[in-house]
C-alpha cells in the first residue's frame, strides 16, 4: 500500500459518529435477538479459568451461569478475619457465595458487541485494521474479566461488612466501587478501547479537540 494510500485509510470519515451510531445499534439488536444467550455463556466460560486464579474459591467454581435466572453466581475466596456482632468471637470467612442480578450479565456481554459496532463503524477491513480490531476485542475482554472479578470480590466483602462489621465508611467505599464497575465500566470501556487501538478514532477525536483549541484561542 502506497504511504497516500496508508495515511487515507487513516482518517475518518465525515460521518463517522453517524455511522458508529447506526452501527452499534445493529450490533445490540443481533446481540439482543439472536446472541444473547450464547454470548453470556461464551463469556462465563472464556472467564473461568482467569476468576478462578483471581477470586476462586475451596467451595465451588468462581462463575457459574444460574440456569433459572440467567444470571451468574459466585463463589468467592474471602480468607477475611472479623468478629461475630452477636457475641464478639474473632471468626474467619473463607468464601463468599451469591448470586448476582443478571443485568450484570448483559451489562458485560453486551460491552463487547458495543466495541464491535464502534469498531466496525470506520468501514476499513484490511489485514492491518483487523487485527487491530482483534487487538482492541482482546483488550475489551480483557477488561471485562478484571471488572467481573473485581465487581465479585468488591460485592462478596460487601456482604462481610454489612453482615459481621457493620462499618459505614467502609460500606459506603465498596458500594461506590460495585457502582463505577458495574455501572461505569461496561458502558465507557469500549470507547475508551476502540479510541486506544484503532486510529480512525483517535484521530476523529484528535481533529475535534484542536478545532475546539482553536475557537477558544
Not at 443485568?103 to 459496532?117: E, N, Q, R, S, V
Not at 483487523?130 to 478484571?146: E, N, P, T, Y
Request: aromatic fraction near 12%.
Amino acid at each position: 500500500m502506497k504511504q497516500s494510500g496508508l495515511a487515507k485509510e487513516l482518517q475518518p470519515g465525515p460521518n463517522l459518529i453517524l455511522t458508529a451510531v447506526a452501527s452499534v445499534i445493529v450490533s445490540l439488536g443481533i446481540w439482543w435477538f439472536l446472541l444473547k444467550g450464547i454470548s453470556i455463556w461464551f463469556l462465563q466460560r472464556l472467564a473461568y479459568v482467569p476468576l478462578l486464579l483471581l477470586i476462586g474459591a475451596s467451595s465451588g467454581p468462581p462463575l457459574e451461569l444460574n440456569p433459572q435466572t440467567g444470571g451468574w453466581d459466585f463463589h468467592v475466596r474471602m480468607n477475611y478475619n472479623t468478629t461475630n456482632p452477636q457475641t464478639g468471637k474473632p471468626i474467619h470467612i473463607d468464601s463468599i457465595d451469591f448470586t448476582a442480578d443478571p443485568k450484570l450479565a448483559d451489562a458485560f456481554t453486551g460491552a463487547l458487541f458495543t466495541y464491535a459496532g464502534l469498531a466496525l463503524a470506520v468501514g476499513v477491513y484490511s489485514k492491518t485494521q483487523w487485527k487491530r480490531i482483534l487487538r482492541g476485542f482482546g483488550l475489551q475482554l480483557a477488561l471485562s474479566v478484571l471488572a467481573i472479578a473485581l465487581f465479585a470480590y468488591t460485592k462478596a466483602l460487601a456482604i462481610v461488612v454489612n453482615g459481621h462489621t457493620g462499618s459505614t465508611a467502609v460500606l459506603s467505599a465498596v458500594s461506590l466501587c460495585e457502582y463505577l464497575i458495574t455501572l461505569v465500566v461496561p458502558y465507557a470501556s469500549p470507547f475508551a478501547v476502540v479510541v486506544m487501538v484503532l486510529p480512525q478514532w483517535k484521530n476523529y477525536f484528535a481533529f475535534h479537540v484542536a478545532r475546539t483549541n482553536k475557537l477558544h484561542r
